[in-house]
């Protein structure tokens, strides 16, 4: 796991932003976060990476802030209902043929800025043999 913080801006016009808001209404607190500096944060997952935007919602605008690097591809991820904990769960299931490597990774969640650091080592849940392929 490792973060970078490389910042560049991603411009949006109407529609597309319009599209991005659908997206993260769909799904609300997962995808998005207001912290109490009134600041708007963006979670994308890309692969094994987990990129923080911050929001510009006045100059239709992403700015990246930090990715931060997961062992294997992102499959999910959710915030605990009361801690400041964000859980990101990994798979190398459908990227690699050996579908030997998934795991659960718990991060600190930093209210004021959305920046994640790693709480715990992940959690590695192997290989499990014998379960039909349509229950992942």
């Not at 991603?10 to 109490?36: D, H, K, S, Y």
């Amino acid at each position: 796991m490792s973060m970078s913080h490389k910042s560049s801006v991603i411009q949006f016009g109407r529609r597309e932003l319009g599209a991005l808001a659908a997206g993260m209404m769909a799904v609300p607190g997962t995808a998005r976060a207001r912290n109490t500096a009134g600041r708007t944060v963006f979670y994308a997952a890309v692969g094994a990476n987990l990129v923080l935007y911050q929001v510009d919602d006045k100059g239709l605008a992403l700015t990246r802030q930090t990715v931060t690097k997961m062992p294997e591809a992102i499959q999910y991820i959710w915030r605990h209902p009361v801690k400041n904990l964000i859980y990101v769960a990994y798979s190398n299931r459908f990227s690699t043929k050996n579908d030997d490597n998934h795991g659960v990774a718990a991060y600190r969640l930093d209210p004021q800025t959305g920046q994640l650091a790693a709480f715990k080592s992940p959690t590695r849940l192997g290989r499990v043999d014998g379960i039909p392929d349509m229950l992942f």
